[in-house]
């Protein structure tokens, strides 16, 4: 079987468009550093190429894309998968990751009397506290953000996600901590945990 391998501006694109399972292109441009009408022409290659499907202004990637970024990735990071000043920082990920989750479980749920509830957010100290906690914790990445950057700059837009999220929950948006349907802190962490686990080839620790 032939190796589809993707040259660098191909595979940004596709790889954005997995990590969020579906995005225009107009989001597409605010991770890659191109202009949107750029990023449709790359989806018309890459829906070309069976590698997405696209379904009006948004696209979604095939099964067949899965195989394909796995392959690419190793190809385009293969250096950086040996660079001990990456892999230094990389290797603390874990802790934190598991420091961020236990944070984001007790950003959802209050215990109360032993019991775990949903958090209503009206104990506003309480959310606070832990929405200091999640800010420690994003500025915990900068070293491994900082080391991946000076290799691929396309990693410096997350740092410019978090603070944008971040800087809507100061000003009182609570829901750029965590809702789904936005570019909240945990959207952006969960999209940059996968992306460092492609770029890096290694596996997601149960």
């Known amino acids: 079987m032939t190796q589809t391998l993707l040259d660098k501006r191909l595979y940004d694109v596709l790889n954005a468009v997995a990590l969020k399972k579906m995005a225009t292109a107009a989001a597409v441009s605010e991770i890659v550093d191109l202009g949107t009408d750029q990023v449709r ?12 499907a696209l379904m009006g ?9 899965g195989p394909v ?21 990389a290797d603390k990920f874990e802790d934190v990751n598991s420091r961020f989750l236990r944070t984001m479980s007790a950003w959802q749920q209050i215990e109360v009397g032993g019991r775990k509830l949903a958090n209503d957010h009206s104990d506003s100290a309480y959310d606070a506290k832990v929405i200091s906690t999640i800010e420690r914790l994003v500025s915990r990445l900068e070293g491994l953000l900082e080391a991946l950057s000076e290799k691929d700059a396309r990693f410096r837009t997350y740092v410019g996600r978090f603070e944008r999220s971040l800087e809507k929950v100061d000003a009182g948006d609570i ?11 945990h959207n ?14 290694r596996a997601r620790k149960e």
């Open 175 to 185: 829901a750029f901590v965590s809702d789904p349907t936005k570019d909240s802190v």
């Open 69 to 89: 970024l796995v392959d690419s990735a190793a190809a385009i990071y293969g250096p950086i998968r040996d660079d001990p000043s990456v892999l230094q920082v």
């Open 41 to 52: 022409e790359i989806f018309a290659e890459l829906a070309h190429s069976d590698l997405l």
């Open 57 to 65: 202004e948004t696209a979604l990637p095939t099964d067949a894309s």
């Open 188 to 201: 952006v962490w969960f999209e940059f945990h996968e992306d460092l686990l492609r770029t890096l080839g």
